[in-house]
């Protein structure tokens, strides 16, 4: 009978979050043509509906239905100095597409709207490539150092590029977000790539370099999250039908070294270690608090 249960209120939370979905999209849809007309003050105005739009109305409202419609206990440890004035990046394990949620729930209504890297060839991907462009995702188009060897004039020329998109928001903060294993992490992915590291993947360090260049000063502090989810791993239906019981959200706010924003990943040796070196540690104490808190919560050893 619990199972069944659980089975209806997963349709009900799939429902309204697909029904949000539509209302919301269509209305930026609607909303987006104006970024044709307008120019400066007016629109960047529209991009700022639009934001609020997506940030306040959809991850917010996405946040409320795991919050209260769910009896699943939402942890959250850390955030007590996160706020709404600061930009930030922020860099999290990936384990499920539970994360997404488990963010949305911890940080919709404390830090500004999220943005995150988009390649630029994703903006002819029908609806996607719309809506990002529409929200004025920042486009990324990376040069590798065999490119930038080949034609020096590309050498920094992809930050560049980055930063006059940031130009565009003017004096309005934003939260880039970046899952830095690339992927979620699965058995089969840990195995393949032989990770050291017990509950996670091997960490890229070239994205995170990449951002904390291409914000520059704008870039208030990083957040370093883990995501833990007590018993599991779970699904994403798992979630919507309320079997998950804790999720844990653990943030510690901290400062990338100097050396990152001031080199170039590509071709910067002394960049580059420093990057490395910098994610390397902070993925042995990310791994180190995921072992802790399996331990603490009776959870056998997995990925």
């Known amino acids: 009978m619990y199972r069944l249960f659980a089975q209806l209120r997963g349709v009900c939370v799939m429902l309204l979050v697909a029904a949000q979905t539509i209302v919301l999209g269509t209305l930026i849809f609607l909303i987006t043509p104006l970024k044709f007309v307008t120019w400066g003050r007016w629109r960047s105005r529209v991009v700022g509906v639009l934001e609020r739009i997506a940030h306040r109305g959809w991850c917010a409202f996405n946040g409320w239905i795991m919050r209260h419609l769910l009896p ?3 942890t959250i440890r850390g955030d007590e ?6 930009t930030y990046l922020l860099m999290a394990n990936h384990r499920s597409w539970n994360d997404l949620f488990a963010m949305m ?4 209504n404390h830090v500004p709207p999220y943005k995150v890297f988009i390649k630029q060839q994703l903006i002819w991907l029908p609806i996607v490539g719309q809506v990002v462009w529409a929200l004025d995702f920042p486009f990324m188009k990376r040069f590798t150092r065999e490119q930038i060897e080949a034609d020096p004039g590309l050498k920094g ?3 560049e590029t980055t930063r006059r998109m940031f130009a565009r928001y003017g004096d309005r903060q934003v939260t880039i977000f970046n899952f830095v294993e690339g992927t ?6 840990h195995a393949a790539q032989q990770s050291p590291y017990r509950h996670l993947l091997k960490p890229r360090a070239g994205g995170v370099a990449y951002a904390i260049r291409a914000i520059g000063d704008k870039l208030d502090a990083v957040l370093d999250v883990t995501f833990y989810y007590v018993g599991g ?3 994403f239906w798992d979630l919507f039908c309320g079997l998950v019981p804790e999720v844990i959200v653990d943030v510690r706010e901290i400062q990338p070294p100097a050396a990152i924003a001031e080199g170039d990943y590509s071709t910067d040796d002394a960049a580059r270690e420093a990057a490395q070196a910098w994610i390397t540690e902070i993925w042995n104490d990310k791994d180190a608090l995921l072992e802790q808190l399996a331990a603490e ?3 056998r050893a997995r990925v």
């Not at 100095?81 to 600061?86: K, M, N, Q």
């Open 105 to 108: 729930v911890a940080f919709t």
């Open 233 to 235: 791993p779970w699904s």
């Open 81 to 86: 100095h996160v706020t709404r004035g600061r």
């Open 157 to 159: 020329r992809d930050v």
């Open 72 to 74: 699943t206990r939402w």
């Open 184 to 189: 979620r992490i699965t058995p089969a992915k």
């Open 297 to 299: 919560h009776g959870d």
